[in-house]
């Protein structure tokens, strides 16, 4: 399995960018998917998660970002967007997707995907 992130870029304060972050491979169930980000000299911190339950998709977010940022899943292109709107100049990092997939040769194992930058100037 690999994941392969893209959407990011250069956007003004305000604005917004769809981050996705597509699975490929065979014979896999996903888990779970998640954001992440890493700005210059900070630690990764997880901005989004979305977890598959018997019940329906559970997800969170970074208080820094709820109510601006919503991640979903696109079963059938076995892809997880976060659609970030209102973008503010502290939202500038590396974004990175992962993913928490389950394959019958391997079990149940992260994934990452590679960075994206999304710079946001003021």
């Known amino acids: 399995v690999q994941l392969q992130a893209s959407g990011g870029g250069l956007v003004q304060a305000g604005g917004s960018l769809r981050l996705s972050c597509a699975a490929s491979?065979?014979?896999?169930?996903?888990?779970?998917g998640a954001w992440y980000r890493q700005a210059p000299g900070e630690q990764r911190e997880l901005v989004a998660r979305?977890?598959?339950?018997?019940?329906?998709?559970?997800?969170n977010y970074s208080p820094s970002v709820k109510d601006r940022f919503t991640i979903s899943r696109d079963n059938a292109k076995n892809t997880v967007h976060l659609q970030m709107n209102n973008l503010k100049p502290e939202d500038t990092a590396v974004y990175y997707c992962s993913a928490n997939i389950y394959t019958p040769t391997r079990g149940s194992v992260d994934y990452w995907g590679q960075g994206t930058q999304v710079t946001v100037s003021s």
């Open positions: 491979g065979s014979s896999f169930i996903f888990n779970s």
């Open positions: 979305i977890l598959r339950t018997a019940s329906g998709d559970r997800i």
